[in-house]
């Protein structure tokens, strides 16, 4: 079992960045980002599957060229970067963790098992 604790939320002008980091207590498993807004489901935003060491990394399409997803193996730190935001970016922030990928659906959130507690992420226009 893993233990994931998110940081780097906060409140942004719309075009601005911030860098969202979540700390595991151990390695070894596939990672991901989903947010959820309120009255919407919890979406996938970004994941690495890390079979056989690839870091392949995924993206939702909305965020695809403003987001960038990587982890730092010795930290166990998991990272977003995310550029240009925008206030439909607005939502809690989630890292998940899973012992399994899947690669067609890594975007729902019943494949991942672990879960952090999320961090708020707020853009204004």
């Known amino acids: 079992q893993v233990q994931l604790v998110e940081s780097g939320g906060g409140s942004v002008q719309a075009g601005g960045s911030l860098r969202l980091s979540c700390a595991a207590s151990?390695?070894?498993?596939?990672m991901g980002w989903f947010r959820q807004a309120p009255g919407n489901e919890r979406e996938g935003v970004a994941a690495?599957?890390?079979?056989?060491?690839?870091?392949?990394?995924y993206y939702t399409d909305s965020v695809k060229g403003r987001f960038t997803i990587s982890q730092d193996n010795a930290k166990k730190t998991l990272y977003l970067q995310m550029n240009s935001l925008k206030p439909e970016d607005t939502a809690q922030y989630y890292c998940?963790?899973?012992?399994?990928?899947?690669?067609?659906?890594?975007?729902?959130?019943?494949?991942?098992?672990?879960w952090g507690q999320g961090t708020q992420v707020t853009v204004s226009s």
């Open positions: 998940a963790a899973a012992t399994a990928f899947s690669r067609g659906y890594w975007y729902e959130s019943k494949w991942w098992s672990y």
């Open positions: 151990a390695s070894g498993y596939h």
């Open positions: 690495i599957s890390n079979s056989r060491g690839s870091g392949t990394s």
